[in-house]
């Protein structure tokens, strides 16, 4: 018996953990700009490629973008950004977009990848 509880105690730890489950009322309006860290592409240092955090109530949660997006946030970075001297780092933008309830599979070096929640980004800005 005391079996049984560890394992349903386990499993709603696990559930209730999970980064990818947040709350609908928790995500971005689409139609509104919203302060966001744009996450520097490292995979050519091994790191990890283009993300997005996103402030939820008081903790930066990751996203990763869609191919479009992905595509709109290097011309953007390519362009906007200097990540000089904070390569690993991240630059503070402005987005417009919405999460989706997609998990998004994110390359990082050595062949590793994440999987992180979905966004579909339209705009950004500085």
């Known amino acids: 018996m005391k079996a049984f509880w560890f394992v349903l105690l386990l499993s709603t730890l696990c559930v209730c953990c999970d980064p990818a489950r947040v709350s609908s009322e928790d995500q971005p309006s689409a139609g509104t700009f919203q302060k966001a860290r744009l996450w520097n592409n490292t995979l050519p240092a091994d ?15 990751e996203y990763g973008p869609d191919a479009a997006s992905r595509q709109l946030i290097e011309k953007f970075a390519t362009e906007n950004l200097d990540f000089t001297g904070n390569y690993n780092g991240y630059k503070e933008v402005q987005i417009k ?17 994440r999987q992180l929640p979905g966004i579909s980004v339209s705009e950004i800005q500085k």
């Open 47 to 61: 790191g990890c490629d283009f993300r997005i955090s996103l402030l939820v109530d008081t903790t930066w949660t």
């Open 97 to 113: 977009g919405a999460v989706n309830k997609s998990l998004v599979t994110v390359s990082c070096g050595w062949g590793a990848t």
